[in-house]
Nanobody, 128 residues
Framework: QVQLVESGGGLVQAGGSLRLSCAAS????????IGWFRQSPGQEREFVAS????????YYADSVRGRFAVSRDDAKNTVYLQMNSLKRDDTGVYYC?????????????????????WGQGTQVTVSS
């Protein structure tokens, strides 16, 4: 069973950048599809991005496509989320999640319920 720990959150001005990290321990990291999600107060947890086993495929929510980039370093058991051109709407708690189910982009395939393992989250606050 994999354990996940996010880091790298903080306070940033609109237009700025942050890089989040998701460090994994336990399990065989390279076999997991990894997703990033975010949640704002009173809102449902929403999908942000995902990366396949091996890192050959990535998928993004429309709201972040072109601004965010997900990558992984299996040698370090770490997945990254590079966030550029941040907007106030990007504010929230960011979570990484893992599943052994294959990478997919079909509607509904990246719902939060499709992921089995979760980190504790890291807060990102974008100020105007």
């Amino acid at each position: 069973q994999v354990q996940l720990v996010e880091s790298g959150g903080g306070l940033v001005q609109a237009g700025g950048s942050l890089r989040l990290s998701c460090a994994a321990s336990g399990g065989t990291f390279s076999t997991y599809t990894i997703g990033w999600f975010r949640q704002s107060p009173g809102q449902e947890r929403e999908f942000v991005a995902s990366i396949s086993q091996g890192g050959g495929s990535t998928y993004y929510a429309d709201s972040v496509r072109g601004r965010f980039a997900v990558s992984r370093d299996d040698a370090k058991n770490t997945v990254y989320l590079q966030m550029n051109s941040l907007k106030r709407d990007d504010t929230g708690v960011y979570y990484c999640a893992a599943r052994t189910w294959v990478f997919a982009t079909a509607p509904g395939s990246n719902a939060a319920a499709k992921y089995s393992y979760w980190g504790q989250g890291t807060q990102v606050t974008v100020s105007s």
